[in-house]
DNA sequence: CCTTCCGGTCGAACCGGTTCGATCCGCGCG
DNA sequence: CGCGCGGATCGAACCGGTTCGACCGGAAGG
């Protein structure tokens, strides 16, 4: 079942069985035959191990996940079957690897151990410790988000502080005055999660700029919480007309806030902000808002790894995103 | 930065090295803080692809996913979490690999290329090819759900038949006399999925036990279908008042559309089904429903792996595992 | 006092591939 | 006719670990 016995079965030695396997110096067409009989016959597969070993290289990439411990978000998963697709589409295979969650052994194996070619880390934190300890190993690695200061790396990311000044500017177009951005858990802020600051600032920069009262408030992931931050709102920040929101955990618990207030979006209230989709449009009424293409991102990433992996010493490049916001039905001008 | 040249910095031989590091043989203590000294100075980590040769064992494990061009289920995320985090718990990786797309490379390269000690399968159909594909390469492998005719194989399931049948009978105690069963997708029910079928099974045969009256309709995976399918029923089986389901992707359309239709669960309408706690407890109100335990049986799963790749010869052993159906507030007495 | 045993260490073989250099052979060209 | 070239193939080295058998010296036992 190994190369030795496919050379001993068709008559010719271990390395014309690599050469016909590979391609990379000509076989003669009636040995490669023979040798492709053989392999065909015995189902004949070459040991992943020992080629990773001979090559230097494993075909395979790591990703790293946040904890397990905490429910992957929607677009969490989105980034995982993005890049496990795209990897796949490459005849590559990929390693997974929780981090952060106490047990970081997975990683450190992942990054010292030889065991992948080049890895995709995301949710980042704007001052991220596996960010550092991949730059010091000098592994390829590609980062989903980006850190405070990224300096010369790699990686690719949406431009929240961007697209949450829009829709902003988006509510102060339609007469809102009084607004309130609805961020990620309390937890996920405190600990620096980039999309979360970076809305923040943009949130307030472009409220400041069109005059407009701002509020940031912060919902746990968890269910129900959506519901229990809306009704705070509603009762402490009784002039709030309009929302933006980064959170796709508290949408289910917004929905059902909005029906028991009987407020009618966008009549009433309106709704925008950063999330997929088809969360988006699982929405009633559907949500005026910027998609976050999961798929592509992790395709783009997985390019990105690769150019570097192809050539080393590359000069790094990025990609920031900017998708459109797409206007739906949950925003209206303010009602007075 | 390999075996050798700590060797040589601790002025000892490769094979000392390896003992230091594995204790398989007594090492002098002096020896080995020599070499766990120049260990630590220079950063070494044993290669994993080097080690997975000699060693015939690859310390990794796959896990074959759905294909990602479909979105994976809140339950499917569940299992994926699941089994990575118990892994990293046992210091195993995870390689994960999609099936069924069109690009069954991957697959391949996994079952053949000798990359994995074993595999766990989920979203197992009642024929599945992929499971006579595991059988006769001799690989060890659990499944998460099982065929029709399992014999002698390892896996583990949750009961769904038979939680189908009790949520019937809780409905037709209270006095419900027409039910209609929500199911998965057109296409995974065509395909044979497993828990669409047995569930189907369980619901028409208590359903005949009871008397009480029963339709089966199936739901797509996309957002807004729950609430086109519950529409349709109340159009064209208007005396149904009890409904029970599998589909967690439905929930939120459902939701939308009893709002819409005015009826107020449990006096008008009672729901109940086979749905993730989590899940469950979002809903308002809060779903009478037995749990998918996706973190225990990925655990479980993996621990019948592991007995299978320890012993192999092992007589194989499975778990069919019977959650309790939690009583929460979405049943209630039939209103006349 | 000689044997036995065992802790400690080393060298060599092995895992299953890839790749380099060398050999052999037939053909075209000067 | 001799030489060079290039296609086809082989043998050996190498990738970086693990493991087996052997060796050495000192302590315990007869």
Not at 103 to 108: A, G, M, V, W
Not at 141 to 156: N, R, Y
Not at 232 to 251: F, K, S
């Amino acid at each position: 079942m190994n190369i030795g016995e496919i050379a001993k079965r068709a008559g010719v030695s271990r390395s014309t069985v690599s050469y016909a396997l590979s391609g990379k110096r000509p076989v003669a067409e009636a040995t490669a035959k023979r040798i492709n009989d053989v392999i065909t016959e015995l189902g004949y597969r070459p040991n992943a191990s020992a080629r990773a070993l001979a090559e230097g290289r494993t075909r395979t990439l790591g990703l790293v996940i946040p904890p397990a411990g905490a429910r992957l978000t929607g677009a969490q998963l989105g980034f995982v079957a993005g890049v496990v697709e795209a990897a796949a589409a490459h005849d590559l295979d990929v390693l997974v690897s929780p981090s952060g969650g106490g047990h970081d052994r997975s990683f450190e194996r992942i990054v010292s151990g030889r065991r992948v070619d080049g890895v995709i880390l995301m949710e980042i934190l704007l001052d991220d410790p596996r960010v550092s300890r991949l730059e010091e190993s000098g592994l390829p690695f590609v980062t989903i988000g980006h850190v405070e200061h990224p300096g010369a790396s790699w990686w690719v990311d949406v431009d929240y502080a961007a697209l949450i000044r829009r829709c902003v500017h988006h509510l102060a177009d339609l007469g809102h005055e009084e607004v309130v951005l609805i961020n990620r858990s309390p937890e996920l802020v405190a600990s620096g999660y980039g999309p979360a600051a970076r809305s923040t600032a943009g949130f307030l920069e472009a409220a400041e700029q069109r005059g407009v009262r701002a509020h940031v408030v912060t919902c746990p992931d968890e269910p129900g919480a959506g519901f229990a931050c809306f009704e705070d709102i509603r009762t402490r920040l009784p002039g709030v007309t309009g929302l933006v929101t980064i959170n796709e955990a508290a949408l289910p618990g917004l929905q059902r806030a909005l029906h028991r207030a009987e407020l009618e979006v966008p009549r009433d209230f309106s709704i925008t902000g950063v999330i997929a989709d088809h969360l988006a449009e699982d929405f009633h009424p559907p949500l005026t808002a910027a998609d976050v293409p999961a798929g592509e991102m992790a395709r783009l990433a997985l390019e990105l790894l690769l150019e570097q992996i192809g050539n080393p010493g590359a000069t790094p490049r990025h990609a920031l995103l900017m998708p459109a916001v797409t206007l739906r039905s949950s925003t209206g001008a303010r009602r007075r």
